[in-house]
């Protein structure tokens, strides 16, 4: 018996409706599909959904490749736009004396947003872009020391038993 190669009406009707952001579970429930299977075909799993899978999964990631990048266009197209409002809601808060819980709250989630959208890492009161500023190498040396710091801090060990009569000074550091 033979594998299909082709894509069926129903596999091109699936791909139309994730490329309209419809959940997967919504997507195989329409198709009368398990959503085990509409994984399995999006993964590419020949061996669990069949010979199609390859070529489903080919059509799927073009149609996550074009989502991505009309998210990307989308985004770049409103920066400016989203620029000037949130420079807006900056003057019109801080123009304001005194600050109400919802205007620090709002503050807040702007600044977060703002610190999100480009990661960086500080160090010693430096601040290097991803993109820019280390190497790669300078970059791997600092998450490693950054490793070994966190993982140190679950080793500490407590303060010495003292013995009865003992002189109750803490013991000199080591260093």
């Known amino acids: 018996m033979s594998m299909p190669t082709k894509l069926s009406e129903k596999h091109w009707q699936a791909l139309e409706l994730l490329s309209k952001d419809i959940p997967r579970k919504d997507v195989a429930e329409k198709m009368g599909w398990k959503r085990n299977y509409l994984d399995q075909l999006c993964i590419g799993a020949v061996t669990s959904a069949g010979g ?8 799927y990631e073009k149609v996550k490749a074009k989502s991505k990048k009309e998210t990307d266009d ?11 409002l949130m420079k807006e809601v900056f003057d019109e808060i801080g123009g304001k004396k005194k600050k109400s819980d919802a205007d620090k709250k709002i503050l807040s989630m702007y600044t977060n947003a703002i610190a999100k959208c480009q ?3 500080n160090i010693k009161n430096l601040s290097y872009s991803y993109t820019k ?3 790669a ?3 791997m040396h600092e998450f490693k020391r950054l490793k070994t710091i966190a ?14 009569g003992g002189t109750r000074e803490l013991p000199e550091a080591d260093e």
Not at 52 to 59: D, M, Q, R, T, Y
């Open 133 to 135: 500023g280390l190497s």
């Open 74 to 84: 989308l985004i770049q197209g409103n920066l400016k736009a989203a620029q000037k």
């Open 119 to 121: 990661p960086s890492v």
């Open 151 to 164: 993982e140190s801090s679950f080793d500490r060990g407590g303060l010495p038993e003292v013995a009865k």
């Open 52 to 59: 199609v899978a390859g070529l489903f999964k080919s059509e």
């Open 137 to 139: 190498e300078e970059l």
